[in-house]
């Protein structure tokens, strides 16, 4: 017998791999152990790689959001609507509904790139993972600006 014991790592990092899964995961409460979980890492996929480099942009402009000196992406955000998920049934109809207002927001940060127009990017980013990916929520919410 294997000790379970070093299953287990496994079946947690596999686990953690489908950032989009995480929540729900753990939301469930009577969900029979599997006795056994397969690894299997995905490859990440365009889609995933786009979020984690707007991810990264927006936590390096924050800081300088106030002084009106915000340095511009050398990478436009559409590539939400062109790029491809993990899964193709992520992007069904509403997604590109949040999709598309998520990119007028983003719009309208570029020409007034305040911490006002900053929030509520955020806050369609936020919109689009409750419905389509709540995994990332936490990470999301961290990028708001505050002055505290
Ligand atoms: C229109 C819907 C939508 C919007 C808007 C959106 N996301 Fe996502 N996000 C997704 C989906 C779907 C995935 C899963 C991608 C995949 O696995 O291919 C994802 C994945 C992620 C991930 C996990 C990437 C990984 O490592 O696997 C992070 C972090 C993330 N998004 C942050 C953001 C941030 C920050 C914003 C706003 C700047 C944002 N998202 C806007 C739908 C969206």
Redesign the pocket.
């Known amino acids: 017998m294997i000790a379970s014991s070093h299953i287990w790592p496994i079946a947690l990092f596999a686990i953690l791999l ?3 899964k995480l929540l729900p995961t753990l939301h469930k409460k009577a969900t029979p152990k599997p006795a056994f979980v397969e690894y299997r890492p995905q490859p ?6 786009h ?2 480099y ?2 990264h ?2 936590d390096s402009i924050r800081p300088h959001l106030p002084t009106a000196q915000v340095p511009l992406p050398n990478r436009h ?1 559409s590539k ?1 609507l062109t ?5 193709p049934h ?2 069904d109809s509403s ?5 598309h ?3 007028r927001q ?1 719009d309208h940060f570029r020409q007034h790139p305040d911490t006002a127009s900053y929030n509520g ?2 806050s ?6 409750q ?3 709540p ?2 929520l936490l ?2 919410e961290k ?1 708001y600006w505050t002055d505290r």
């Open positions: 489908s950032a989009c990440m996929s365009p889609l995933a790689a979020m984690r707007m991810t942009y927006l955000f939400i790029a491809e998920a993990t899964h992520m992007k997604y590109y509904l949040y999709a207002a998520f990119l983003y990017l955020i369609l980013c936020q919109a689009c993972h419905h389509h990916c995994g990332p990470r999301i990028l």
